[in-house]
């Protein structure tokens, strides 16, 4: 399966944005959904996850309450929405999927795609 993150931008402090991720190739059934960011001069870090059937979801605890992850099996997509954004959360946003269940790790993760870029402004 490969991935593809789309819907980034340029957003002021405050504002909010939603990705979208869209799968080519296979199914997404079955795996979780994760999303990564790379900020400037920075490692790729964990944002969320969301199992198959979206029963358990996971976020950074910098996240949390900001973003909402989600997904729609049916048409093979998944989602971050992202509110009150700060400068902070400026980065490439990556999504991919894990065989894993509930992870953080980038190294239990496949089909990376490119990123999409998010940029807010102060």
């Known amino acids: 399966v490969q991935l593809q993150a789309s819907g980034g931008g340029s957003v002021q402090a405050g504002g909010s944005l939603k990705l979208s991720c869209a799968a080519t190739g296979r199914t997404i059934n079955y795996y979780t959904m994760g999303w990564f960011r790379q900020g400037p001069g920075k490692e790729r870090e964990f944002v969320a996850s969301?199992?198959?059937?979206?029963?358990?979801?996971s976020y950074a605890d910098s996240l949390k309450g900001r973003f909402t992850i989600s997904r729609d099996n049916a048409n093979n997509k998944g989602y971050l929405r992202m509110n009150s954004l700060k400068p902070e959360d400026t980065a490439i946003y990556y999504c991919?999927?894990?065989?894993?269940?509930?992870?953080?790790?980038?190294?239990?993760?496949?089909?990376w795609g490119q990123g999409t870029l998010v940029t807010v402004s102060s």
């Open positions: 969301i199992t198959w059937r979206g029963g358990s979801t």
């Open positions: 991919a999927v894990s065989n894993m269940g509930r992870s953080a790790l980038m190294t239990d993760y496949g089909g």
